[in-house]
């Protein structure tokens, strides 16, 4: 039994970390997307709970069959940002599901920056 809950756990890694790669891989190539954050801000976006610092770009929960993700962005100066979002999320979901048997029950941007361009 001990075994077994240590498999699981190594394959919940696994698919987290599968999941987030593919999730940074996509953020990268969406038009208006300057970069994957590492960090959003001192203490986080104003309404997280738990007010910690992120520390990493892209957390995955996994629950059952359903992957929530949440990522943090830079958007290039001059981009709607709600559009730049919006394709980000679709992209995501889409390469998820199709690469996993995990449906994506919600994806969480946290804009954390805007790049202005040289």
């Given amino acids: 039994m001990a075994s077994s809950n240590k498999q699981d756990l190594s394959n919940k890694d696994t698919y987290q970390s599968v999941i987030s790669s593919i ?10 997307v300057a970069s ?19 520390t990493s770009a892209i957390t995955v929960t996994l629950m059952d069959d359903m992957a929530t993700i949440d990522i943090a962005i830079n958007v290039y ?8 979002v919006c394709d980000m999320q679709e992209q995501i979901k ?12 919600a994806i969480n941007v946290f804009v954390a920056g805007v790049v202005f361009n040289d």
Avoid: D, L, M, W
């Fill in 77 to 84: 100066y001059g981009y709607v940002i709600p559009q730049v």
């Fill in 94 to 105: 889409q390469a998820v599901e199709s690469s996993t048997y995990y449906k994506v029950k």
């Fill in 36 to 54: 994957v954050s590492y960090e959003v801000g001192y203490n986080g976006p104003a309404f997280t709970p738990s007010r910690k610092k992120r």
């Fill in 23 to 32: 999730a940074c891989g996509v953020a990268s190539q969406v038009e208006g």
